[in-house]
């Protein structure tokens, strides 16, 4: 069994985890092989000089199971890169929350059971987004968690349409509106008042962020559906697109985002036997 260790040195100091995950997985007869998820900045953060990294790209070629440490964000960037080659995830939180991790740092010993196979992995929709321009696609990516598209700094609304297979479901003034699969629903989604849905459902939630009407609702929607956003006129407004919280991106007026089930699955690794709704009681303070 080849485990790739992707430990997130602004959460990771030291990579201490990374390092005792190592050791728990080698005493076990497991390989393992470390490798950084990004590229280090000039942020002064410093990593052992005895580790030796290598390309993740080119590891998770040959790989079992890919082991990140972080946060949700780490879990996130993490599960694109692994995904490509049908590589499961297992996330160790060292952020606030980490909902999607299946550890916590003290609990890396439960690391011994995956050289035994005492662990199952559960499958995840994900979504592909795209924004068309004029008819043509500008943008595309690929989302675990959500998409959404929101206003700018500015005070001001944002008039939107949203539609599922080009029937018009609801329209609104609103600061904005997520896009999310089940994973998602307890993200960005579950903060703007969007229902809480089982993570291994398979629908596409779209929930208004702050709207100015009082009609204006969550939707849970097949996952066949094809969900488009549009835009209306921006004439002194800007909206943007953030996908899974990354880097956004302005949209024009005459933009429409395009969202639809992908054929894609990241494929997460459990090995404690928590429930969903054990985590988020823990993580969330209750239902």
Known sequence: M???????PYRDKGLKAAQAAERVLRSSGVETVMCLPFALGGGGVEVPRHI????????????????????????LHAAKDANVHHVPVLGVNLGSVGFMAELEQSELSMLSRLAAGKYTVEARMMLDVAVRRE???????????????????VARVVDLEVYGDKVLISSFSADGVV???PT???????????????????????????PHALSARSFVLSRG???SVKLGKMARKTAYLS???????????????????????TRLVRVTGRSFYEILNHKLGGV
Do not use: H, W
């Open 2 to 8: 080849k485990v790739v260790l992707s430990p997130n």
């Open 52 to 75: 030796r990294f290598k390309d993740a790209a080119e590891e998770l070629k040959t790989a079992d199971m890919l082991i990140c440490f972080g946060g949700d964000g780490t879990i």
């Open 135 to 153: 008819g043509k696609v500008i943008y595309s990516d690929l989302a675990l968690n959500d998409a959404a598209v929101t206003k700018g700094a």
């Open 179 to 181: 896009v999310s699969t």
């Open 184 to 210: 998602g629903s307890t993200a960005y989604a579950m903060s703007a008042g969007g229902p809480i849905v089982e993570p291994t459902a398979e629908n596409i939630i779209v929930t208004p962020i702050c």
């Open 225 to 227: 559906r094809t969900v």
């Open 243 to 265: 996908v899974d919280g990354g880097k956004a991106l302005r949209l024009n007026s005459s933009d429409t985002v395009e969202l639809r089930e992908s054929q894609s699955k």
